[in-house]
């Protein structure tokens, strides 16, 4: 048993490492290529193709039918079972992509864009070519390993972006953020063909999926809501403010979630199938769940509330102050980052447990605070909708905590305990790269850099003051390492 133990941790060390890596890789990918694009085009094109972000969210989400999740939960999966999702999938993703072609026309006139006919039924593309990969991908994720998809992220994430700003340079606007996308889902499904050894094989069976659909309908129903709530932000300001002002919103969005949100889906990909291993286990599955948050918030806290602190330079230097006006949409979505992230790993427990009953239940009752929140602020513009966001979040981080500590006896005021001392680091630290902006610097390229080392070495300097548990222990295993490497340095005194 104990050996088990020691294997499953070494097999989840490896994993975290490379998504870690995956993660890090497609970051760069994608934030270097985001800020090329922003360079080269302009808000309206960016809140073109949001504006049809929530029709292939709610599409992709209804491809996986919740029956990839199940796969990875189910403890003995046949070839009858992974076969079967495939060819499922696959029925649904042509039927879906013809679905949104037929409908494309109403949807421009929904937004009033007439452009929008042709650029859905050119990204209707990518819901077919995605279709072949879902299998593949869900295996190595089951199997955690990251290794492979690590290489596919890098391949389809470089690619494409050369593709997409090559077409930008070009003057192809609007389409060349559509090529981008297309060219991402074809790279990046080949990718998975060639590293994978799984084949599809003549075999289905209705009886499989029947088996999983319990389990796998719920989270259909959950993934469904969530993409079409989450989603509902873009689709009101794009009807009733322009496309301009949502390009604004999607661009903070994307500057706090690229990272943020990276960092917790990183985390959540690999703990999942690590929970569902030990899901018969409640201490040990406590043990996890709080490594994992104190791990995740360690770094999730100080880059939310630092990008928050450093959000005009940021933008200014990086985009050009045409995008000006998403500074403070950005930094209003840190504070919904920063709590994300708490919720996500919640909700990650409960679908280890087999709990899709309660997830659904929890997630329903999200969605219905999202709807008020719409119907409420609106009409006070897009920061007021921002703020419910923030509140949302917190009522919704609550329940999901409290939902887990019945289930495995981690409450939420454990939780909160567990992670204050690194929000309250992550707060001072704020402060203190926020003052430096005060100091009128005449040249933001040499602000932000100055914000950026201050903040980290400022951080590091109270998290080991606070000598900090999981913080101690990345430290000391670096210092270790570095000892060991062969350099010599001195060492100052009390220094571990």
Known sequence: MHDMADNLKQKTIHALSWSFIESIVSLGAKFIVGIILARLLFPEQFGLIAM???FMEVIGAFIDSGFGSALIQKQDVTPTDINSIFY???LVGFASAGLLCLVAPWIAAFYKQPILTSL????????VINSFGIIQRTILVKEINFKTQTKVSLIAGILSGIIGISLATNGYGVWSLV???ISGSLIGTLAFWLYSPWRPALLFSFNSLRQMFGYGSRLLASGLLGQLFDNIYLLVIGKLFSATNLGYFTRAQTLQSLPGQTLASMVARVTFPVFSTIQDDPDRLKRGL??????LVMVNFPMMLGIAA???????VLLTDKWAQCIPYLQLLCMVGLILPLHWMNLNVLQALGRSDLY???????????????????RWGISAMIYGMIAIMIISYVLTSYSTGLLINYTTREQVRDVFYYLLNAVLMGCVVYAISLLHFFNLWLLLPTQIIIGVLVYIGLCRAFRLEDFMEIWEAMWNKFKTSG???????GFK
């Open 179 to 181: 090529v981008q996308q």
């Open 360 to 378: 659904l239940r929890l997630v329903i009752f999200n969605k219905i605070l999202i709807v008020i929140n719409v119907a409420t602020t609106w």
């Open 310 to 316: 450093v959000a005009r330079p940021l933008v200014l």
């Open 52 to 54: 049809l972000s929530i």
């Open 487 to 493: 350099f010599k340095v001195p060492r100052a005194q």
């Open 120 to 127: 859905t039924r050119a990204l209707s593309l990518t819901i």
């Open 88 to 90: 499922f999938n696959l």
């Open 290 to 295: 709080k490594k994992a948050l104190t791990m």
